[in-house]
């Protein structure tokens, strides 16, 4: 019988062991009622049609795999992963549930959420990749250290990371099923974001293939450049204050500007929640 304890994944296990995180000697039934959810759960959406199904697994064998929880003031827990267990049980009607509980402090809660978060099957490239950068810029994790952590190759964990540089448009495309991964990283070796945002099109148009999309790619790399050249606009200054709007407001960002100093910039939602944290970062901007 396969241990139970393999599908925690090597990163996760070796990050609980990195941390010195201990669960007790059992698994705890802990009142739901009692239990927070964890405030830096990096996912941002859960789907109600796949949490029905699990709630009603959960109805009929219950809980396979516990929750984990530490303990907070007034004999009350925070969630450090399984919100989507968590969140199910209540719709299957549950008023308890089985969890580890751990002692951990908030940046090793951070850790744990994010690479328990990664290492999911149904997460979207986007949120991956958001997971990702999150280890690098708030954890303080090197590129190769995640790569310890999560099991992951450090070549996956880089192509990721390059898909927070594509424009918002193409990114929520990603996050909602209409593009591949395959075309996303075609995509990517393309510098000019308006070309990219052109062949996103002829993508949901035609539905192209990877294939047909590398075809194009390579035959735009292969054209001769206009004798015409445009004035840059400071391409690294702006992709660096992309990148930091991206991190602080936690959604797809897309920041154009021309020659002449003008553009846009434009934070992309796909839930309340996620304009929920956008109003509220803007707000904090105005105190």
Known sequence: MKDK???LGRGLSALME?????PEASINEIEISLIETNPFQPRSHFDEEALEELASSIRQIGIIQPIT???IAGNKFQLIAGERRLRASVIAGLKRIPAYVRTADDQSMLE????ENIQREDLDPIEVAISYQRLIDECQLTQESMSDRVGKKRSTISNYLRLLKLPAEIQLGLRTAKLSMGHARTLINIE???VQLVIYQKILDNNLSVRKIEDLVRQ???EPKSGKKEKEAAPGEHGQLQEQLNRYFQVGVQFNRNSKG???IILTFNSDEELE???GKLDQIKE
Do not use: T
Request: a positive charge; hydrophobic letters at 45%; proline letters at 4%.
């Open 5 to 7: 304890r393999s599908v």
């Open 18 to 22: 990195d941390a010195n995180l201990k």
């Open 69 to 71: 929880v530490r303990k």
């Open 112 to 115: 744990l959420a994010l690479v």
């Open 192 to 194: 000019d974001p308006a």
């Open 220 to 222: 735009l790399q292969s």
């Open 262 to 264: 003008k553009g846009k």
């Open 277 to 279: 944290r956008i109003l």
